[in-house]
Every structure is written in C-alpha cells, then in structure tokens.
C-alpha cells in the first residue's frame, strides 16, 4: 500500500520569507514516482514536478527547489522569496511504475502568503 | 490548445439521484481519469479510461461508473447518491505509458457535487 504525509496543514508567511513543504511517502515499489502538484482557488491541480525514485538529485526551477531523500523517504519543497500569488493549496504525490497512471495524493498544505 | 474542460461546475441532487459529470480532455490525450476530493482532503482516484476501456480502478463502489467515447472525452456516473458522495470531481487527461511524461496530468477545474 502505498501512503503520502503531509503534516503541515496550513502555513502563513509574509511576502518574500522562504518556506518549505515537508512530504513524507510509504511505499513498498522499488520503482515509482513523486510529484507536486499545486491547486489555486480556481479548484483545478497544476503539475509542478515529477521525480522518479532513481533520481535524487535536488531540483531548482526559479524560485522552487525540490529536496528528494531516499534515506528518509521525504520529498519536500521549498518556495525563495515567497509571493502573495504562490497562495494556494500544495499536493504531493505518488505513484507506481504501471500502466496505470494513479496518483495518490496527500492531504495537503494550504500555504498563504501575506503582503 | 485546449485544456481539460468539465460540465456542470456545480450541481446539487438529494440522496437516491443518479448524477452524471462530463469532462473534454486535453487535445491529443487519449487517457481520461477521475479523482474525488472530498473538502480538506487530498484527490482519492475512481478510475482511468483508455481505448474506451476502464483501465484501472480505485477502491470506489460499482455504483462509481465510467465512459469513455472515440473522442477521448468521458463521463463519471454515480448511482444512489449518498451524503458521503459530495465532493469535487475531477477529471485529468494524459497520454498513456510510454506516450508521455508518467504522472503529469492535465486537471479540469472540476465539478462540485453537493449531495442534499
């Protein structure tokens, strides 16, 4: 069975502070992957980054970084300089290697960023 | 290009109702799935569709069924609303293993079903 954690319900921080998303992941697949999506008011989920279990170099795009740790089975994700439109809910995600292509998700983090 | 477009945004039936929600997917994506997410929850996958087939399912009850037409855009039904039922609905297109990046999924807004 497979099981994503995210423990941190909701996050406030003013504009411009760093802030990280913790993801923590069970699986018994030697073989998967990990993604975060982001869902804005607007209700539809926006595809941030996949990682594939044998790739745990960290990731930079702009101001996003991803921390992938096989060790601690921990993906997190971390927004420099945060801004009021980086508001909204963040999923982070697993999935098996299969045909099929079924996400399973966390709980969720409601990040608001302040001006 | 078009997105992933679903119909109706909001909707709202009693217990017993049957619902039906409609999703057009992604230009060129040939793969369709559902995921409920019940408020202050994370997406729970129903079920995905490829050639017309359901192509894997969740741990949802038969009442929880699925269409998928030649042009790709597919259908949710659920059978014998219950209160448990009303969620966000969303549908996400892809590409089938192999044709694309595995887990990027395209996701339509979504369609609020409010079970009364």
Request: glycine share 6%; charged share 20%.
């Given at each position: 069975?497979?099981?994503?954690?995210?423990?941190?319900?909701?996050?406030?921080?003013?504009?411009?502070?760093?802030?990280?998303?913790?993801?923590?992941?069970?699986?018994?697949?030697t073989t998967y992957y990990l993604f975060w999506y982001k869902q804005p008011p607007s209700g539809e989920l926006v595809f941030l980054i996949r990682r594939n279990s044998f790739d745990e170099q960290n990731e930079i795009s702009g101001r996003y970084s991803w921390n992938f740790q096989k060790s601690t089975s921990s993906f997190?994700?971390?927004?420099?300089?945060?801004?009021?439109?980086?508001?909204a809910v963040y999923f982070?995600?697993?999935?098996?290697?299969?045909?099929?292509?079924?996400l399973t998700f966390g709980s969720g983090?409601?990040?608001?960023?302040?001006? | 290009?078009?997105?992933?477009?679903?119909?109706?945004?909001?909707?709202?039936?009693?217990?017993?109702?049957?619902v039906t929600?409609?999703?057009?997917?992604?230009?060129?994506?040939?793969?369709?799935?559902?995921?409920?997410?019940?408020?202050?929850?994370?997406?729970?996958?129903?079920?995905?569709?490829?050639r017309e087939e359901e192509n894997g399912r969740g741990n949802f009850p038969p009442r929880f069924s699925g269409l998928q037409f030649p042009n790709y855009s597919s259908e949710l039904n659920v059978n014998a609303l219950e209160l448990d039922d009303s969620a966000l609905y969303l549908c996400a297109s892809s590409l089938a293993k192999g044709q694309g990046r595995h887990g990027e999924l395209f996701f339509g807004e979504g369609?609020?079903?409010?079970?009364?």
């Open positions: 069975a497979q099981k994503v954690t995210q423990a941190q319900t909701e996050i406030s921080v003013v504009e411009k502070e760093d802030v990280t998303l913790d993801c923590v992941y069970e699986t018994r697949d997190n994700f971390t927004i420099t300089a945060s801004q009021v439109v980086d508001s982070c995600a697993l999935s098996q290697d299969t045909g099929r292509r079924a983090t409601r990040l608001q960023v302040q001006p | 290009e078009t997105g992933v477009t679903q119909s109706p945004t909001h909707l709202i039936k009693t217990r017993g109702q049957q929600l409609r999703c057009s997917s992604q230009s060129g994506h040939n793969t369709v799935s559902w995921y409920q997410q019940a408020l202050g929850q994370g997406p729970q996958f129903i079920f995905q569709y490829y369609s609020r079903l409010t079970v009364l």
